[in-house]
């Protein structure tokens, strides 16, 4: 059974920075990639970040791009959201996610096969 457990949410002042981490269990991941979603409240789900499983390849929303650093540790399984300069839009609860990408990362929100239980981001300004 494939498990995205998610960590490292919380309560930050705008500007603070936090890390989230996915740890995947359950199955060999070598061929998928990982990413990260959100969701405020009264909105969609979006895209934040996504990275190939050999790290070798990230995508960002534009948004996103310059304050927010996936990573990836394939000895633990865990792939990592570095998120700094925090705003108080930046609230909301971020999702996990992978999907099986032998042919390149997608980016949308159908396209994941599999789903964290989320983590929730606060940001007060």
């Known amino acids: 059974q494939v498990q995205l457990v998610e960590s490292g949410g919380g309560l930050v002042q705008a500007g603070d920075s936090l890390r989230l981490s996915c740890t995947a269990s359950g199955r060999t991941f070598s061929s998928y990639a990982m990413g990260w979603f959100r969701q405020a409240p009264g909105k969609e789900r979006e895209f934040v970040a996504a990275i190939s499983w050999s790290g070798r390849s990230t995508y960002y929303a534009d948004s996103m791009e310059g304050r927010f650093t996936i990573s990836i540790d394939n000895a633990k399984n865990t792939v990592y959201l570095q998120m700094n300069s925090l705003k108080p839009e930046d609230t909301a609860v971020y999702y996990c996610?992978?999907?099986?990408?032998?042919?390149?990362?997608?980016?949308?929100?159908?396209?994941?096969?599999?789903w964290g239980q989320g983590t929730q981001v606060t940001v007060s300004s």
């Open positions: 996610a992978a999907h099986y990408a032998p042919w390149g990362v997608a980016v949308t929100t159908t396209s994941q096969k599999y």
